[in-house]
């Protein structure tokens, strides 16, 4: 069964950064791909960022420029390194392992953006 576990989460001020990390079980970036989505508040959970097993990237244009995500060289664990965050960044962020039949998630980390 395979696990992600993300941490990483917190409380930052505006501007700030924070870098989310999502564990896996075993190396299952190797066969899946990567994605980083948020739910904020009473809104529906929206893909951000997704890396592909080739290690290309691609993001939700709000947070182009903002946020990174990668890969550990053993492609047991996936990254989002969140930067000059908003207010409006506050959600539930969630990791996940997809390789378009099956896709494995994790619990969710929280992330408060607020002064």
């Known amino acids: 069964q395979v696990q992600l576990v993300e941490s990483g989460g917190g409380l930052v001020q505006p501007g700030g950064s924070l870098t989310l990390s999502c564990a896996a079980s075993?190396?299952?970036?190797?066969?899946?791909?990567g994605r980083w989505y948020r739910q904020p508040p009473g809104k529906e959970r929206e893909v951000l960022a997704h890396?592909?097993?080739?290690?290309?990237?691609v993001y939700l244009d709000s947070v182009k420029g903002r946020f990174t995500i990668s890969r550990n060289n053993a492609k047991t664990t996936i990254f989002l390194q969140m930067s000059s965050l908003k207010p409006e960044d506050t959600a539930v962020y969630y990791c996940?392992?997809?390789?378009?039949?099956?896709?494995?998630w994790g619990q969710g980390t929280q992330v408060t953006v607020s002064s």
């Open positions: 996940s392992a997809t390789d378009g039949h099956i896709t494995h």
């Open positions: 075993g190396r299952i970036f190797n066969d899946y791909a």
């Open positions: 890396i592909g097993m080739d290690g290309q990237s």
